[in-house]
């Protein structure tokens, strides 16, 4: 069992920047592949952006790619995505997802590969 609590959100004009964390306790965090996913109202769930294992593999979503970075911090337990430049249309909840994974350098994006999920955080971007 791993549990994933989400912080960081808040409000910000278009333009600005959040970093986002997502604190994992349980079981050992340098077994799971990571994902950031976000729902915005009205939407489902779409994929943000993962990370491997290692941390060497990362994805991102073409809507944030050149804005966002997933990272994460093994040592700490902890996963991050930086979001510049923000835009109206990043108004979501973001939530993070971990997958138990054997696979180093494996990545994932769909919320169904995903075995845990956090409470979510809200992030809003005014214009």
């Known amino acids: 069992q791993v549990q994933l609590v989400e912080s960081g959100g808040g409000s910000v004009q278009a333009g600005g920047s959040l970093r986002l964390s997502c604190a994992a306790s349980g079981r050992t965090f340098s077994g799971y592949a990571m994902g950031w996913f976000r729902q915005g109202p009205g939407k489902e769930r779409e994929f943000v952006a993962a990370?491997?294992?290692?941390?060497?593999?990362?994805n991102h979503a073409d809507s944030v790619k050149g804005r966002f970075t997933i990272s994460r911090d093994n040592a700490k337990n902890t996963l991050y995505l930086q979001m510049n430049t923000l835009k109206p249309e990043d108004t979501a909840v973001y939530y993070c997802?971990?997958?138990?994974?054997?696979?180093?350098?494996?990545?994932?994006?769909?919320?169904?590969?995903?075995?845990?999920w956090g409470q979510g955080t809200q992030v809003t971007v005014s214009s």
């Open positions: 997802a971990a997958k138990f994974s054997t696979v180093y350098f494996g990545s994932y994006y769909r919320p169904s590969d995903y075995d845990y």
């Open positions: 990370i491997s294992v290692s941390g060497g593999n990362t």
